[in-house]
Each structure stands twice: as C-alpha cells, then as structure tokens.
C-alpha cells in the first residue's frame, strides 16, 4: 500500500488553487503562515494546531502517556478558520501588514 506524502499532497493542493509552489508559496510556507494566523489572530492553542497540521507534538511526558488528541478545540479552530477566510473572500476584513504605515 502506498501512503501519500502530506507535504507532496498539500503541494498538490497549492498547485491546482494556481500558486506556483516554486516562486509564490510552498507548502512548509502556507503551513506556516496557517500556525501564525490561527494562533495569533486567533488565539488558537499551539498544541492544538499541530495536531491539527500532523505535526509531531513534543511533550515532556512522551506521547506513550498523552494521547490528548483536541478535539472539540480542532472542530472550533477549523470553524474559525473557514469564518476567517469567508471574511477575507468576501473583502470584510483587512489585515493590516504594517500598523505604523502611513
């Protein structure tokens, strides 16, 4: 059985949405950029948007003894985020990329 590769499918996704994922943005970016809006606009939990993203969640305990999966906050956090990006397609909020611009 052959198992996808998240980066390679997310890539993928970019590329049919028409990004160039090789001169406008990367998956590990979009990633990114996805990590800093939802946690500090939004103020999502990091814990839980890496679980969210797939991401391996370090732990002082180890994940042999944390099998917090989020749930109920990941349902929110996608709620959030598809209300945010209606918001931004509908133009009805702007994100300032420099407050002290004039």
């Known amino acids: 059985m ?3 590769n998240p980066a390679t499918s997310s890539q993928r996704t970019l590329q049919r949405l028409g990004y160039n ?12 950029m996805v ?3 939802l946690h500090e606009v939004h103020g999502m939990q990091p814990e839980a948007i890496e679980h969210q993203l797939a991401h391996k969640v370090p732990d002082a305990l180890g994940s042999a003894y944390n099998r ?14 598809a209300n945010y990006l209606n918001k931004l397609k509908v133009g009805t909020e702007v994100i300032p990329l ?5």
């Not at 420099?98 to 004039?102: I, R, Y």
């Open 68 to 81: 917090t999966k989020f749930l109920l906050t990941r349902k929110a956090m996608i709620r959030e985020w």
């Open 2 to 4: 052959i198992q996808s």
């Open 35 to 37: 990590r800093t809006i």
């Open 21 to 32: 994922t090789k001169t406008e943005i990367t998956s590990p970016g979009f990633r990114a």
């Open 98 to 102: 420099n407050e002290h611009a004039a």
